[in-house]
């Protein structure tokens, strides 16, 4: 992968240290920063509304970045949430972040690889954010994700896919030359799903609406929190500029997919 950024998280306390410490920091400040998928805040609220989260029930985050989405999880829910990233810098900068937003209680990060995860507590729910790209096979990657499931498990999917088989001009947010890009169509990435172990409940082109969220985002006029997360990464600017030309181009796709945990 080509998440090699350093330092995220020191940047990410010291943007942190200039809000005054008597200010609860939420996602006004940081909506751009932690949310780093097409759709922001208002794509997680999509995939809350499908699980239907209950006291009691635990989450896992699959790919959990700077922790954005389970952090909105555990505000907009009962739930508790486990977020694991490959990334060591991202976990350290989601760990900073939950402390100062005041949710180290109910979510934690780890350093870890859904491949490697151990089935010592199954979890109720699990959703994966912009994540898939980077997997080349994608059946076992998400047989990993089902076998961390309850067997009444649920899973909500916001992906990014090929629409047609074209490739997006480089670079991406996941990728800077495309070497370690494995993007399928909508169709080869519900499969893949479906054959890792989940059953089918939605399966939705999102990429209307996405392409709506982006030109209000992105529009001149529209407010800034102070610092995003392009410009913590390579290439930032240039990678959202090519990731929304895509969208807008039909080149890309998102989908939103809710799936239960299939009967063995």
């Not at 109720?124 to 067997?151: C, G, S, Y």
């Not at 009444?152 to 990014?160: D, I, N, Q, S, Y």
């Not at 494995?182 to 479906?194: G, N, V």
Request: proline share 7%; glycine share 8%; net charge negative.
């Amino acid at each position: 992968m080509t998440y090699t950024e350093r330092n995220v998280a020191g940047q990410v306390a010291t943007t942190l240290d200039a809000i005054d410490a008597g200010t609860p920091v939420t996602t006004e400040h940081t909506g751009l920063l932690d949310q780093y998928h097409a759709g922001g805040v208002g794509a997680v609220d999509k995939l809350i509304t499908w699980l239907a989260l209950s006291p009691g029930d635990t989450v896992i985050d699959v790919g959990s970045g700077f922790g954005g989405p389970a952090r909105r999880i555990a505000e907009q829910t009962p739930a508790t949430v486990v977020g694991i990233d490959i990334t060591p810098a991202y976990v350290d900068a989601a760990k900073t972040l939950t402390t100062r937003m005041g949710f180290a209680d109910r979510v934690e990060f780890r350093h870890a690889d859904i491949m490697d995860m151990p089935v010592d507590q199954p979890y109720d729910a699990a959703v994966t954010m912009h994540v898939q790209m980077n997997v080349e096979d994608k059946p076992a990657w998400f047989a990993a994700i089902a076998a961390v499931l309850a067997p009444t498990g649920r899973l909500a999917v916001w992906e990014v896919c090929t629409t047609d088989g074209r490739q997006p001009p480089w670079p991406m947010p996941w990728s800077l030359d495309g070497s370690d890009s494995f993007l399928c169509t909508p169709a080869d990435l519900k499969q893949a799903i479906t054959s890792g172990g989940f059953d089918v409940v939605e399966w939705e082109d999102e990429t209307a609406w996405v392409n709506a969220w982006s030109a209000a985002t992105l529009d001149d006029d529209a407010p800034r929190p102070g610092l995003i997360l392009p410009m913590l990464l390579d290439d930032g600017l240039t990678r959202v500029v090519n990731f929304a030309d895509a969208l807008r181009d039909g080149t890309l796709t998102v989908m939103r997919g809710a799936f239960t945990k299939a009967a063995p």
